[in-house]
């Protein structure tokens, strides 16, 4: 076993070794900083190799000991600038330039600036914050918003929202950074964007740009109607369905005559078997717009669930007045009949009106059900069984054999 003091002994020899080691890894890493800033700023005074200055720069940023560096954080800045008056010159002089580069680097002037105020305003031992950079970067950033609000609209009518987005959040952003704490925001303009971000995020599926910016656009009751159709969709991809319903709601009670609201609650509605609901909706719209298709055709369905059956086939034949190339309003009467028809025939004994009122009843029902199957021939198994038994009790011995074999096949 070795001694306890040999061990110790031991030990302390290493340790100035150990000491050394560790000074000179700083020597080499702040000699390795030194190098590539010096190798930066003679780029960027060339005005060459400014995609390298630049990305230089980002690696000792992500080295979380450079991070506090500002003489990094400035060159990375003069690398983003300098080639931001480069292209700003070739626009000026109408030569060839890449205006997508241009937008892009003035976004990355946002960012790189934005991020370094948040370290220059650290708090220092005594706990307050004093910037030093702000108020220059602030005055020199502040008239490029315009280029951030352009550069989403550039990039919205290429349709690619991704990249609009960075530029519209961006510009949002804006208002709230430290950095230009103190200047004044063009509220109508500030709205827009959110609004634009929103409808990025509603091409891009993404729920998160929705919800993030949706209180913001709805402040202007211009796109409100559409910020709330999209403010639904982003309940929808969550599968929260208690938020979509209330979403749709507060569209339709906002704007009634918006058929988007109608026709999604419509449908929220009949999957949950609501139909008094969708009753009540569809009177609240047709008392605005009594000439409403959409809405009567609604009405006659929730009708029909409802077992109004005479109400139900009074709204169909008013629908078929106005539009004979529906299937809904033919399907919703013969069904009307055809539950009408089922009662009569579950009783066991039946009385001679009953019998003679049985009858009216299948010839009633049958055009209906004929114009259904010819206007939705794939829908057979709404008329299909229905057509069957009227054919059968009417003696159409001929329809009868037809739709017979029809539905043997299925």
């Not at 970067?137 to 609209?153: E, I, S, T």
């Not at 709805?218 to 403010?231: A, G, H, I, K, S």
């Not at 979403?247 to 929220?268: D, E, I, M, R, W």
């Amino acid at each position: 076993m070795i001694p306890r003091k040999l061990i110790l002994f031991l030990l302390l020899l290493a340790l100035p070794c150990c000491v050394l080691t560790a000074q000179t890894d700083r020597k080499a890493w702040k000699k390795n900083v030194r190098h590539q800033l010096s190798a930066a700023r003679t780029n960027i005074k060339n005005g060459t190799n400014l995609d390298d200055a630049e990305q230089s720069m980002r690696t000792l940023l992500l080295d979380s000991a450079n991070i506090d560096n500002e003489k990094i954080w400035l060159t990375l800045f003069d690398a983003l600038k300098k080639r931001h008056d480069q292209l700003n010159e070739n626009l000026y002089l109408k030569q060839q330039s890449d205006t997508a580069q241009f937008l892009s680097n003035t976004l990355h002037l946002f960012g790189v600036l934005e991020s370094m105020d948040s370290i220059d305003a650290r708090p220092d031992a005594d706990g307050v914050s004093r910037p030093h950079f702000r108020a220059k970067h602030a005055a020199y950033l502040f008239p490029y918003r315009k280029n951030l609000y352009g550069g989403g609209g550039y990039f919205l009518n290429k349709k690619d929202y991704a990249a609009a987005y960075e530029f519209f959040d961006s510009f949002a952003d804006c208002s709230v950074q430290p950095l230009f704490s103190g200047y004044d925001f063009d509220e109508r303009q500030l709205y827009e964007a959110a609004f634009r971000a929103v409808y990025c995020g509603y091409k891009l599926r993404r729920c998160d740009i929705i919800d993030k910016y949706s209180a913001l656009a709805l402040r202007d009751t211009v796109n409100e109607v559409y910020v709330l159709q999209y403010m639904a969709e982003a309940c929808a991809m969550h599968e929260d369905s208690g938020a979509y319903h209330r979403a749709l709601l507060t569209g339709f009670n906002k704007y009634p005559g918006s058929q988007y609201f109608f026709k999604h609650l419509a449908v929220y509605y009949s999957r949950g078997n609501q139909y008094g609901d969708l009753l009540r909706i569809s009177d609240e719209l047709l008392a605005g717009k009594p000439d409403d298709v959409p809405a009567m055709t609604a009405k006659s369905a929730a009708l029909l669930h409802l077992e109004r059956y005479d109400e139900c086939i009074a709204v169909s034949d008013d629908i078929i007045a106005r539009d004979t190339t529906k299937a809904a309003p033919y399907a919703n009467a013969g069904l009307a009949y055809y539950n009408k028809i089922l009662a009569l025939e579950a009783k066991n004994r039946k009385s001679k009106a009953e019998l003679l009122a049985l009858n009216e009843l299948y010839k009633k029902a049958l055009p209906y059900f004929e114009r259904y199957r010819s206007l939705a021939p794939d829908e057979s198994d709404g008329w299909g069984t229905p057509l069957y038994n009227i054919y059968y009790n009417l003696n159409m011995g001929e329809k009868f054999d037809e739709i017979g074999r029809l539905l043997q096949r299925e």
